[in-house]
């Protein structure tokens, strides 16, 4: 996303600003809903398209990684064709591909259909935000981002839930029909209410940097995916993890060189930016593998209906809500580095103690583990996004946030890879483990996920300790 000066429409009146806001919101709101809502739908998915439900990781891994590597070209295209151009263009892709998901007959089908969806929901956020920033004038920035970022941050909590009560009621189908209606409504307010804001002075796309970046993308995700869904051997694994980790190499290498990289190297000098960025990528792994792996723990492991499985997450989106103040607080009296090492350690500590979860136990020492769950990872979602973002500056900010954002979209495709492959694993090597008694695969997957992510605990533990909440404004957008 350029920093450049830009070039903006003349100023809309006083009602194409508030429906702009609310058409921005929303859009925000079904990009992050649909990032959660397939997760209880799952099995009956597999069911209706004649797959084991512990292989259908790839529907939801398709539209995170889809989102990543759309990511860096959004703001450019937005730069260069305009924000009402290509927001609706946003809005009818995603349209279009939740349409072709609920029609989708096969598993292949079905996950084609969410990486189309994956390229409007990827346009969704970083050019809604970009409109808001180039037509409301400089006072109102802080109120408008936050009124779109709300809906952002209730998306995720809510899907598992209505996911469940919409396959309880209907079928799975409508959990991506329910996205038509509301899209065309947008489309239709997108092309009456939205302006037009460009760059005119927007440079050449960093194409080849793009392509290293999306390419090592690919490539981890394959490698660490394909054995066990693709059935792609260990030769060919081995050579595409050096693919990534030298298209990675090679693109920091291009970004010396090239006057325009999508992402300066200078970003990493920032020390709070790099350690919170690998930071995020890293200990997102366990929270992006746990919206997955919960769902399917409670409906194959323990017989739960899709709609009570959604239930159950309901706890977890509530602590969260609720513990975003304390945190804050805690930073201010306590310092980033200390909060954050802590606060790793609980939240890996609280998903391997899923791993001691099992069919006699208590309904209310499920909830109450939920919930805790729940409440130390929207803590650890707040302390890292608002460390990764506080001393970005004015210069920075639009290509630091677009890395974060990428980061994220990653990290959440990694963390349902690498749970699918854990568990496939699990399941082939423990010997009790069967279709009618998957409970074994799944408690080992949990103490895994749990170890990883209480280890990146070392990352944090690099920062200086008198670094608090203070310094610059950030973005309120704080992604779950």
Not at 24 to 40: E, H, K, Y
Not at 290 to 315: E, K, R
Request: glycine share 10%; hydrophobic share 50%; proline share 5%.
């Amino acid at each position: 996303m350029s920093d450049a000066t830009t070039i903006t429409a003349p100023r809309p009146s006083e009602r194409s600003l508030t429906v702009m806001l609310w058409l921005v919101a929303t859009g925000f709101f079904m990009q992050t809903l649909d990032s959660t809502i397939v997760n209880t739908a799952l099995p009956a998915m597999a069911t209706s398209l004649g797959e084991a439900p512990l292989r259908m990781q790839s529907v939801v891994i398709a539209y995170s990684l889809t989102m990543a590597v759309m990511i860096p070209v959004s703001g450019w295209l937005a730069d260069k064709l305009g924000t009402r151009r290509v927001f609706f263009s946003a809005i009818l892709i995603f349209t279009i591909g939740s349409l072709l998901c609920a029609d989708a007959h096969t598993l292949a089908q079905l996950v084609g259909s969410r990486v189309l969806q994956g390229v409007g929901g990827a346009m969704l956020l970083p050019v809604g935000r970009l409109a808001v920033l180039r037509t409301f004038p400089a006072e109102r920035y802080l109120p408008a981002l936050s009124f779109v970022a709300i809906p952002g941050l209730i998306g995720p909590l809510i899907g598992p839930t209505l996911g469940g009560w919409l396959v309880k009621i209907a079928s799975w189908h409508w959990i991506f029909l329910i996205n038509v209606p509301v899209g065309v409504v947008g489309c239709i307010a997108t092309f009456i209410f939205m302006s037009d804001a460009r760059n005119p002075e927007t440079g050449r796309f960093d194409v080849a940097g793009y392509l290293l970046l999306v390419i090592g993308m690919l490539a981890i995700s394959f490698a660490l995916d394909g054995q066990s869904e693709l059935g792609i051997q260990h030769a060919t694994v081995l050579v595409l993890l050096i693919l990534s980790l030298g298209c990675f190499v090679a693109y920091g290498l291009h970004a010396v060189r090239v006057s325009h990289p999508i992402f300066p190297l200078d970003l990493f000098k920032i020390h709070t930016f790099s350690v919170g960025l690998l930071g995020n990528l890293f200990a997102r792994i366990g929270s992006g593998a746990m919206p997955y792996l919960l769902p399917l723990l409670l409906q194959v492991g323990l017989g739960y209906t899709a709609f009570h499985a959604g239930l159950m997450m309901l706890p977890a989106a509530m602590s969260g809500m609720m513990s975003k103040r304390v945190v804050t607080v805690l930073i201010t009296r306590y310092g980033y580095r200390r909060v954050l090492v802590t606060n790793t350690v609980l939240v890996g500590l609280m998903m391997a103690s899923f791993g001691l979860m099992s069919a006699g136990e208590p309904l209310w020492l499920r909830i109450v583990q939920i919930a805790i769950f729940g409440g130390v990872n929207s803590m650890q979602f707040t302390a890292m996004n608002t460390l990764t973002l506080k001393d970005l500056g004015t210069g920075g900010a639009s290509s630091g946030n677009s890395l974060f954002s990428l980061v994220q979209m990653l990290s959440m495709s990694l963390g349902v890879t690498v749970a699918g492959a854990m568990l496939t694993t699990f399941t082939g090597l423990i010997p009790r483990v069967t279709e009618a008694n998957a409970l074994p695969a799944f408690h080992a997957t949990f103490l895994c996920v749990g170890i990883i992510t209480a280890a990146t605990s070392w990352i944090f533990g690099q920062l200086s300790a008198d670094i608090r909440r203070t310094a610059k404004k950030t973005d309120p957008q704080e992604r779950t």
